[in-house]
């Protein structure tokens, strides 16, 4: 008969709230895989997830730095798109939504592969169909709503609808995995449709549709990494990982598509009246925005020394003052004010 001994649990797992009977089940955890293959069986599961190996306050270590990631890239490409696209574009507001929602996301990702309990696996998973959804009305608005906004209002409605039903039965009556995957899937891959049903429409006015055609078969290709189902690499990676790993990049293009095809449809006029706009580096420019172009004169130009004895002729008229500022100077001649307001026109402008 084996004797009992006090085990202390470290002070790391004091930090992610790991009880000490959290840190017994992750010992015998381990103990158990030793004995499966030991034995010859395959890597179990328990409660239908691999075993990983903990690595500090991590629960799983790649998951939670690849979601941590996703998050960051999000934020760099929403202050990107925000000092790129101007505030009064259509689809302003439906984009920086989406930014957040999908920060909002990748938060609670990070949290839940630190940390796994019931409430941080609640709300990965509603925070991930929140995602869904508003990509659909995110599609809605880009295809439909900017020429009849109220077919977008009554279609967000509905999808708030859905998501509350969604999160309510998942919440209140049970907590069904697979009815969530079928969930997801299928809102999914209306997403898919309607998005690849857009691009092919436009395909010929918009130059940067292709990008997002391979933005939305990136996505469905890689989330068929989900169905992947094998034993983590070195007890970390695993297909749920890499299919994170995997996306980082998407919201660069997915970001970097919208920039491009709104300042395409909003022409240079929208952009250039409110936030200058840098074609070669798709960055704003700083500073002043560009001068508006001068009319030609219907005159030819004088040179300096003409404009200086043009104003030596006229200080020198009678009742004219050296003090007087530009604009109260009184020309006798109608050829002679439209000679110098060029000439101060084409200065201000070069200046």
């Known amino acids: 008969m084996g004797r009992l001994r ?31 293959l030991q034995e010859g069986h395959k890597v179990p599961q328990f409660h239908g997830k691999w075993p990983f190996f903990r690595f500090l306050c991590f629960q799983e270590p790649a998951s939670a730095v690849a979601s941590f990631l996703n998050g960051l890239a999000s934020l760099v490409m929403l202050c990107r798109y925000r000092t790129s696209v101007p505030a009064s574009s259509p689809m302003y507001p439906t984009c920086v939504a989406f930014a957040w929602v999908s920060l909002n996301a990748w938060f609670w990702s990070t949290v839940f592969h630190t940390r796994d309990t019931d409430v941080t696996e609640k709300m990965d998973y509603f925070c991930a169909s929140t995602v869904i959804l508003h990509s659909v009305y995110l599609c809605c608005v880009r295809t439909v709503g900017l020429q009849r906004p109220a077919v977008a209002s009554a279609f967000r409605a509905l999808l708030l609808l859905m998501l509350t039903a969604h999160v309510s039965y998942l919440s209140l009556v049970r907590f069904d995995y697979g009815y969530n995957l079928a969930a997801n899937v299928a809102i999914g891959l209306v997403n898919a449709a309607w998005w690849l049903t857009w691009c092919l429409r436009n395909r010929q006015r918009l130059p940067h549709v292709h990008k997002c055609i391979v933005v939305v078969l990136l996505l469905q290709g890689l989330s068929l990494l989900e169905l992947l189902d094998f034993p983590p690499l070195f007890w970390v990676l695993d297909a749920h990982a890499i299919w994170h790993v995997s996306t980082i990049p998407v919201h660069v293009l997915f970001f970097r598509i919208h920039c491009l095809t709104q300042k395409a449809e909003s022409g240079p006029g929208l952009w250039t009246a409110h936030t200058p706009f840098s074609v070669a580096s798709h960055q704003p420019l700083r500073g002043k925005p560009p001068a508006q172009p001068v009319p030609p004169s219907p005159y030819p130009l004088p040179s300096m020394r003409q404009t200086c004895w043009l104003y030596t002729l006229q200080s020198k008229a009678p009742g004219s003052s050296r003090s007087q500022s530009p604009s109260s100077w009184r020309f006798t001649s109608k050829k002679s004010v439209i000679v110098m307001s060029s000439k101060w026109a084409q200065a201000l402008s070069s200046w």
């Open 6 to 36: 006090e085990v202390k649990c470290p002070a790391q797992n004091h930090t992610a709230s790991w009880t000490c009977q959290d840190d017994c089940k992750y010992e015998c955890m381990w103990v158990t895989v030793g004995l499966y």
